[in-house]
């Protein structure tokens, strides 16, 4: 099928979808659309013979809001929290600028389904049926984005986002080995030793009692931060 731009005006809201929206997500759907354009060209609004959305509509609905937005609304929405040069913040204003002037949706006109196929692909285009890879998620996006970019929270139920270990200068980009262990040198002042302690994460309990901590929350102590230490 082919895509192609046609008035804002020309589109239908589909009043039959019965897919909702909080407002708060409605708000991210906005945000969202206005820092990244191109995915109204990426991903078109699909639509039947009569200009009805079969399947983008709250962006047919976000898009109606565009166009009445307040502008300096508008311009805050854009820079509010992304980090975008002041020339990216520009080129994005002239953008909707231009685009309010002749609002226009790209579309995908659907005439051959019949009235059953247009029901099921209403349901079926909001349906997901994979799983989010946890794993992957957490070593490769930030938690805040996932969210600004319309995730619930019970989509990122067991997401860990990796973390840097915030080590003390003097290990910072060594390759911490028991063999490399005594060629690390501390400050001029104190001569330091070091030990490193292997354990599984169902040990990690038995381990914060034996050092006696809380919780075992960094990968580098000193000893006068243990209870059970004597730095005497």
């Known amino acids: 099928m082919k895509t192609e731009e046609i008035a804002l ?29 191109r995915m ?28 009445s937005m307040d502008w300096d609304t508008l311009r805050f929405t854009i820079s509010d929290g992304e980090k975008f040069t002041q020339g990216e913040v520009d080129a994005l ?28 692909f209403i349901i079926k285009d909001n349906v997901g049926f994979g799983d989010w890879d946890t794993n992957m998620l957490a070593n490769a996006w930030n938690t805040d984005l996932l969210k600004d970019w319309g995730m619930e929270d019970w989509q990122l139920a067991g997401f860990e986002e990796k973390k840097e270990d915030k080590l003390p200068e003097e290990l910072q ?5 028991p063999d490399d262990l005594p060629d690390i040198q501390g400050d001029d002042e104190t001569e330091k030793q070091r030990i490193i302690i292997v354990y599984s994460k169902e040990q990690e309990d038995y381990l914060a009692a034996l050092i006696g901590v809380a919780k075992i929350d960094k990968v580098v102590y000193n000893l006068d931060e243990l209870k059970n230490g004597d730095s005497k």
């Open 93 to 120: 204003l002239k953008y909707w600028e231009g685009w309010r002037k002749k609002p226009v949706a790209t579309i995908v006109n659907a005439t051959d389904l019949t009235e059953a196929q247009k029901k099921e």
């Open 40 to 67: 109204l060209t990426i991903r078109p609004i699909v639509v039947d013979e009569t200009m009805t959305v079969l399947g983008g509509n709250m962006r047919l609905r976000a898009l109606k809001h565009i166009v």
């Open 173 to 177: 980009g060594v390759d911490l080995t």
């Open 9 to 37: 005006s020309r589109v239908v809201e589909n009043e039959e979808n019965p897919r909702t929206i909080t407002t708060e997500k409605f708000q991210k759907l906005v945000k969202s659309l206005l820092v990244f354009p």
